[in-house]
């Protein structure tokens, strides 16, 4: 796999965190020293869908190819107000697509679970390019009335186009049941025969605990992929973190004795924007000139399941 065309899109709407402290037990201190987080995006007057599309587009002007010469979308993306058809299916027609599409729920390392499965396309010859797209609103599943969740996340969309080649170092995804300390259930129609009482509920997280296995999974993927790939971390220029806590970077980054600036971050903008983070950051990187050519890029995210990712990358200038 090689990455030829990065894109991201943010909603127009910022929020501060004085605007969330106007109506929450909260306060700008408390919210910057326990997560890094300073604003974040909020969908307002458009949608998720219009985001993904600019942040799709985007990634393919980058990459300077056509919908048309796509051979899979593969958008990541948690939920959004439509549970079918599909977001990819939804955008398929005016990114100017014509090939098949799916929607996956990786929560917060969908990004890296899309890469995985795109790799086994390219692999075997299924498609030749890909278009990844991850487009997230979890200040959607939040409850607005609690300042424990409600802070920490922000809306956003990010996306790549991914074709053959040789730049994947290695991957690694995990998975493992821990489904009570992060979860939103929704609610369904009920049937005239259904004599179960579902109780639904906005955004449940169990902060301490989501940060320990943040931690200590993050810590796990980057250790056995370096040595899987029998690299160090002096051997890696930037390390492109899930993008939800400066504290659990920090951690990461202590762990690993590695210097503050090969940890770029963007949460203190964003916040937490779900799977979007990474690509989102990676666009930015990519704009800004800050990817070299034959960079080595560790990426690393982790989510609600609890399931993991990370991805060893070297970076060809697009
Ligand atoms: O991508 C999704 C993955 N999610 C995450 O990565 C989140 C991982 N967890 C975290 O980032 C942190 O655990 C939080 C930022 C959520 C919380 O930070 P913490 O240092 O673990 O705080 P805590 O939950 O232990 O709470 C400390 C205090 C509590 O008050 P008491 O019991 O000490 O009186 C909370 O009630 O802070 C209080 N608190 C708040 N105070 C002001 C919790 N949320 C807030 C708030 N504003 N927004």
Redesign the pocket.
């Known amino acids: 796999m090689r990455i030829i065309g990065t894109g991201s899109a943010l909603p127009d709407k910022i929020v501060t965190n004085d605007m969330l402290a106007g109506f929450?037990?909260?306060?700008d201190s408390?919210?910057r020293t326990?997560?890094g987080i300073e604003t974040r995006r909020m969908l307002s007057t458009g949608t998720l869908r219009d985001l993904a599309y600019d942040a799709a587009m985007s990634a393919l002007e980058s990459a300077n190819i056509r919908g048309s010469k796509i051979d899979y979308v593969i958008c990541s993306n948690v939920a959004n107000s439509y549970v079918s058809p599909s977001l990819s299916s939804i955008l398929l027609n005016r990114l100017g697509c014509k090939c098949p599409c799916f929607d996956l729920n990786g929560a917060?390392a969908g990004f890296i679970y899309a890469l995985d499965i795109a790799e086994s396309f390219l692999k075997t010859g299924r498609a030749k390019n890909i278009l990844i797209i991850c487009a997230e609103e979890p200040t959607r599943f939040c409850n607005w009335h609690e300042?424990?969740t409600s802070?920490?996340f922000g809306d956003g969309a990010g996306a790549v186009v991914v074709t053959t080649g040789n730049n994947l170092m290695g991957i690694r995804v995990t998975a493992d049941t821990h489904t009570d300390v992060?979860y939103y259930k929704r609610s369904m129609e009920r049937t005239p025969y259904d004599r179960v009482e579902e109780r639904t509920t906005p955004l449940v997280?169990i902060?301490?605990e989501?940060?320990r296995l943040?931690v200590s999974a993050s810590i796990k993927d980057i250790d056995t992929l370096m040595k899987q790939c029998k690299v160090t971390s002096e051997d890696i220029d930037l390390f492109l973190l899930?993008q939800?806590?400066l504290?659990?970077i920090e951690n990461i980054r202590e762990h690993l004795g590695q210097p503050k600036e090969k940890f770029p971050t963007n949460m203190q903008h964003y916040g937490?924007t779900?799977s979007a983070s990474i690509p989102i950051l990676l666009d930015e990187l990519h704009k800004e000139g800050r990817l070299n050519d034959g960079a080595t890029l560790m990426l690393s995210a982790?989510?609600?399941g609890f399931v993991t990712g990370a991805a060893l990358i070297k970076w060809s200038q697009i």
């Open positions: 929450l037990d909260t306060s408390w919210i326990r997560t917060c300042r424990e802070v920490l992060l997280m902060g301490r989501v940060f943040a899930h939800a806590n504290r659990i937490n779900s982790f989510g609600g």
